[in-house]
């Protein structure tokens, strides 16, 4: 289970993460089924991320992987290749979501978008490490 307290501590560490690298980004938590559990949008944070960044959450816990790993395989030619379309189009296949694990079990996710792939993937991780 993710509650509030767990998805606020990975927000303020993914946020903390942003703000070191001077991009303001959407932050969004899921629960075990994919759910939001709760959600940030940064000061200038780009208005259209905000739906991909809970999109990238529900897509990392959907599928129990991240969105970073799924966007190698779902390329042409690969083993998922047409998953973005699954899902009344809420699959995200770029770099910032990650599943969130308790006993080695998903029990959440984190999805995060803003800025390049390089930099979601990188508050993502910060988000998910406080977990």
Known sequence: MVTLNDARRVIAAAEKKA??????????VADAGGNLVAHVRMDDALLGSIDISIKKAFTARAFDTSTKDLA???QSGGQFFGIHASNDGRVMIFAGGIPLKRDGK????????GGSSVQDQEVAEAGASAF
Not at 106 to 113: C, N
Request: aromatic share 0%; no cysteine; charged share 5%.
């Open 19 to 28: 703000v070191s690298i001077g991009q303001p980004m959407n932050i969004a």
């Open 72 to 74: 190698t395989k779902s």
């Open 106 to 113: 998903v029990v959440g996710a984190i999805g995060v978008s």
